[in-house]
């Protein structure tokens, strides 16, 4: 199977949510593929996380105030 075949299944497979990430860079070879949806998996996870902890704690804060 030639990269070009790899990379082209590898698209069809990407999650919605990464593809315009990875797009923008363009790999060239399934490796570099693969590594950058990593890097966009990963940094999707942190912004997710960030944003949830962030809900959490205003809640929490609006929960105490509230209360007090």
């Known amino acids: 199977m030639t990269d070009a075949s790899k990379l082209d299944h590898l ?9 315009k990430e990875v797009l923008r860079e363009a790999p060239l070879a ?5 590594e950058q949806a990593r890097q966009e998996e990963n940094l ?3 912004v997710t996380t960030a944003a949830q902890q962030a809900t ?3 809640t929490q804060a609006t929960t105490y ?3 007090s």
Do not use: Q, R
């Open 11 to 19: 698209y069809h497979g990407l999650k919605s949510s990464l593809m």
């Open 30 to 34: 399934p490796s570099a593929f693969l």
């Open 65 to 67: 105030s509230n209360n």
């Open 56 to 58: 959490d704690n205003n």
């Open 44 to 46: 999707d996870c942190l």
